[in-house]
């Protein structure tokens, strides 16, 4: 009797299909580096001008910096972890990958940096009073929607602000109800907590990607860190939330996809782990067999 799942497992391959979910969350992970980048490219354009210069490309790009270093990092991973046999990370290659590893994390920590200079750019404020709000509608002034969203002022917007308390970010013509200011500001915050979790989660992971071509990670050491990064995902799962209903939909898209490529990227470490296991104790078997 012919049985159809076993034709179509024939034709559809487990593994491949797989490979193809996997890469297909890399790619839009890296389509949303371009969207950032859109959305740093605006926000700048209000709270810099034509005033973004390498001291301060950092703060008004953190979030493109961010993700692309991300981006890369993360592809770092699945070659070490997935791609490339033990044996040929050595020489050259290695040194060529811990170069590139080092440019990446030198810009996460700026881009963390980043994020810590614009949770202090909303923190410092200024009174802003004025009659009529709706006089400044056509003017240089904008207005805060969002913490990255920053546009001019309309007629919506005026009637919006009219008869609440105002303040001006200091330093910049943009302003905002002290509500919007608040949310912007909580915004920040969970960005550096994001951020530093993440920080975090890769220096495990770097920790365990060592020791296993050292031959050092056993069994306790990746459940210790199961339990440990179980915590920090965690962590994370609630920024994506909190971005679900207080941020906008990109972040909360985002950061879902860098949950599930770090998914993957475990995968690969505990199966890299598994099939160094089987290799060994085969060898061992195979040196005992041939003692007797």
């Known amino acids: 009797m012919n049985d159809p799942t076993h034709h179509l497992t024939k034709l559809v391959n487990p593994h491949l299909v797989f490979r193809l979910f996997k890469y297909t969350v890399y790619c839009l992970l890296t389509y949303n580096a371009l969207l950032f980048f859109q959305e740093d490219f605006a926000a700048s354009a ?4 034509d005033a973004v210069t390498w001291r301060n490309v950092v703060e008004a790009y953190s979030a493109t910096i961010d993700t692309s270093a991300w981006i890369v990092l993360l592809l770092l991973f699945e070659l070490e972890t997935a791609v490339i046999p033990d044996e040929a990370l050595q020489g050259k290659l290695k040194w060529v990958l811990s170069g590139v590893r ?62 609440q308390e105002l303040v001006r970010i200091a330093g910049t013509e943009i302003i905002g109800t002290r509500d919007a200011i608040d949310a912007a500001v ?15 989660i890769v220096v495990m992971l770097e920790g365990e990607v060592w020791m296993q071509l050292k031959g050092m990670l056993t069994d306790r050491l990746i459940l210790a860190g199961k339990y440990v990064k179980g915590i920090l995902y965690s962590i994370l799962l609630f920024c994506a939330v909190y971005w679900g209903f207080k941020g906008d939909f990109l972040d909360f898209w985002d950061a879902f996809l860098w949950l599930v490529a770090f998914v993957f ?15 060994q104790q085969l060898t061992h078997t195979t040196e005992k067999n041939q003692d007797f």
């Open 265 to 279: 990227i475990e995968m690969n470490i505990f199966q890299w782990h598994e099939e160094i296991e089987e290799a």
């Open 46 to 49: 209000e709270t810099f001008g």
């Open 102 to 163: 080092g440019v990446c994390y030198f810009f996460i920590v700026y881009a963390f940096y980043g994020y810590c200079l614009k949770y202090l750019v909303f923190t410092d404020l200024l009174p802003f009073t004025i009659a009529d709000v709706c006089s400044l509608v056509g003017s240089e002034v904008n207005f805060v929607a969002d913490l990255d969203v920053y546009p001019p002022i309309d007629s919506v917007a005026c009637a919006a602000m009219q008869g």
């Open 186 to 200: 909580k915004l920040s915050i969970i960005d550096m907590i994001n951020a530093s979790t993440w920080l975090v």
